[in-house]
């Protein structure tokens, strides 16, 4: 149980840390910048569906697959990260305290710096709930469940994970209140209260709060010895992708979009693979937590530059997050400005982030020399900030970002 875990003797409770954990998380947050490199600056990121077979290309296809890796490992982790941070220090108010006010904060930032990075509207018109207030609110209840014994945390997590693909795509509230509240909650939506505010629920809270609780309950997995730890990873591993391939399959239960045969080979394959993130469905969770074990797994031991380059990412993912949006949106509109619009000509507002929807961007091969150089040009920021967060633990605001 976790309490009597938080009274083993402080020696045991500061264990080394697992450097997996952030090559793993560092990984995951480069592939996050390709998606929204993606977004930004593809030519046809606007008009067209990177996962529609009617239109796609394998390539463009993996491209957006690819990163779907990155958000459940970045919400299963942080719950993991949770129950370890618990352990180092073992003081449950404090815990509670910080777990709440770092969601609250958390939160606040998805609204205010995060939209302003994602659309560059000084009038904020449209709010868009995204994986940092999944997360945030994910802590804030993992404040009033801490004292429960930690498999009742991982448990209520994975009973969320298995059982939320039964509710229904809307809620019974009739009014755009009920209705939001729900969205908020269960599955994604779209709302205007006013012609000039849009409400864009991306990432309803409760299906990530079970991956994030799970991963709480996963924590003492990594407080076991490596090669412990590496059988419990695989086991993992082997457990969760079975049950994507069976599920998938069978095609009984676990996905709202059935797959199916596709005019070639390789379409039909990706269609089996291509599962549903918003929300993310049981078989998403089980094939991309299932991926990030095996990860885990290969990287263990692994230390060689590829590993020390993404554990510098790995350690200030909020960082790296936050500056790549503004980085990523000011590089964008200096290219629409270079391709020949005017500054007139780019459209801010509801649902608008600067560019217009055909006729600019850059082709997919340029969209990955775009995501190497925004990875590379932040690399030595986040190196000095990494530094700076380690060097003084006792400047306690570093923690919230």
Same mark, same amino acid.
């Given at each position: 149980?976790?309490?009597?875990?938080?009274?083993?003797?402080?020696?045991?409770?500061?264990?080394?840390?697992?450097?997996?954990?952030?090559?793993?998380?560092?990984?995951?947050?480069?592939?996050?910048?390709?998606?929204?490199?993606?977004?930004?600056?593809?030519?046809?990121?606007?008009?067209?569906?990177?996962?529609?077979?009617?239109?796609?290309?394998?390539?463009?296809?993996?491209?957006?697959?690819?990163?779907?890796?990155?958000?459940?490992?970045?919400?299963?982790?942080?719950?993991?990260?949770?129950?370890?941070?618990?352990?180092?220090?073992?003081?449950?108010?404090?815990?509670?305290?910080?777990?709440?006010?770092?969601?609250?904060?958390?939160?606040?930032?998805?609204?205010?710096?995060?939209?302003?990075?994602?659309?560059?509207?000084?009038?904020?018109?449209?709010?868009?709930?995204?994986?940092?207030?999944?997360?945030?609110? !994910? #802590?804030?209840?993992?404040?009033?469940? $801490?004292? *429960?014994? +930690?498999?009742?945390?991982?448990?209520?997590? =994975?009973? /969320? @994970?298995?059982?939320?693909?039964?509710?229904?795509?809307?809620?019974?509230?009739?009014?755009?209140?009920?209705?939001?509240?729900?969205?908020?909650?269960?599955?994604? !939506? #779209?709302?205007?209260?006013?012609?000039? $505010?849009? *409400?864009? +629920?991306?990432?309803?809270?409760?299906?990530? =709060?079970? /991956? @994030?609780?799970?991963?709480?309950?996963?924590?003492?997995?990594?407080?076991?010895?490596?090669?412990?730890?590496?059988?419990?990873?695989?086991?993992?591993?082997?457990?969760?992708?079975?049950?994507?391939?069976?599920?998938?399959?069978?095609? +009984?239960?676990?996905?709202?979009?059935?797959?199916?045969?596709?005019?070639?080979?390789?379409?039909?394959?990706?269609?089996?693979?291509?599962?549903?993130?918003?929300?993310?469905?049981?078989?998403?969770?089980?094939?991309?937590?299932?991926?990030?074990?095996?990860?885990?797994?290969?990287?263990?031991?692994?230390?060689?530059?590829?590993?020390?380059?993404?554990?510098?990412?790995?350690?200030?993912?909020?960082?790296?997050?936050?500056?790549?949006?503004?980085?990523?949106?000011?590089?964008?509109?200096?290219?629409?400005?270079?391709?020949?619009?005017?500054?007139?000509?780019?459209?801010?507002?509801?649902?608008?982030?600067?560019?217009?929807?055909?006729?600019?961007?850059?082709?997919?091969?340029?969209?990955?020399?775009?995501?190497?150089?925004?990875?590379?040009?932040?690399?030595?920021?986040?190196?000095?900030?990494?530094?700076?967060?380690?060097?003084?633990?006792?400047?306690?605001?570093?923690?919230?970002?």
């Amino acid at each position: 149980m976790l309490r009597t875990e938080a009274s083993t003797p402080l020696a045991h409770a500061r264990q080394t840390r697992v450097s997996s954990i952030d090559v793993v998380r560092g990984l995951a947050i480069v592939l996050m910048a390709l998606d929204h490199v993606r977004d930004l600056w593809h030519t046809t990121a606007l008009v067209q569906d990177p996962l529609s077979f009617d239109t796609t290309t394998p390539a463009l296809f993996l491209t957006r697959w690819v990163t779907h890796f990155c958000a459940p490992t970045f919400v299963f982790l942080a719950g993991t990260s949770a129950y370890l941070s618990l352990m180092r220090d073992g003081d449950y108010g404090r815990a509670q305290r910080f777990l709440l006010s770092r969601g609250v904060w958390l939160m606040v930032l998805e609204v205010t710096v995060v939209g302003f990075g994602i659309w560059f509207d000084i009038f904020f018109r449209t709010i868009m709930f995204q994986v940092i207030f999944a997360i945030g609110f !994910g #802590f804030v209840v993992l404040a009033g469940l $801490l004292r *429960l014994p +930690v498999r009742v945390v991982g448990g209520i997590g =994975l009973a /969320i @994970l298995l059982l939320h693909n039964l509710l229904p795509q809307a809620g019974p509230a009739e009014g755009m209140v009920g209705q939001f509240a729900y969205s908020l909650l269960f599955r994604p !939506g #779209f709302f205007q209260p006013t012609e000039g $505010l849009s *409400l864009l +629920v991306a990432y309803p809270v409760i299906p990530w =709060l079970g /991956i @994030l609780l799970l991963g709480f309950g996963f924590g003492p997995v990594f407080r076991k010895t490596a090669s412990e730890r590496r059988k419990l990873l695989g086991i993992s591993a082997a457990v969760a992708l079975g049950v994507f391939a069976v599920l998938r399959w069978v095609q +009984v239960y676990g996905d709202p979009s059935p797959w199916a045969v596709q005019k070639t080979t390789v379409f039909s394959v990706l269609s089996f693979l291509n599962v549903t993130k918003y929300p993310p469905s049981l078989l998403y969770a089980a094939l991309f937590l299932g991926l990030m074990f095996v990860a885990l797994v290969l990287l263990e031991h692994a230390q060689n530059a590829v590993t020390r380059f993404l554990i510098v990412y790995g350690r200030v993912p909020l960082f790296f997050y936050l500056a790549h949006w503004y980085l990523i949106h000011t590089g964008m509109l200096l290219l629409m400005l270079w391709q020949g619009l005017t500054w007139q000509q780019l459209p801010f507002g509801s649902l608008e982030f600067g560019r217009p929807k055909t006729g600019v961007g850059v082709e997919l091969p340029y969209v990955y020399l775009v995501w190497i150089m925004v990875v590379l040009v932040l690399y030595p920021a986040c190196r000095w900030y990494s530094r700076y967060k380690a060097a003084h633990p006792e400047k306690k605001w570093l923690s919230y970002l």
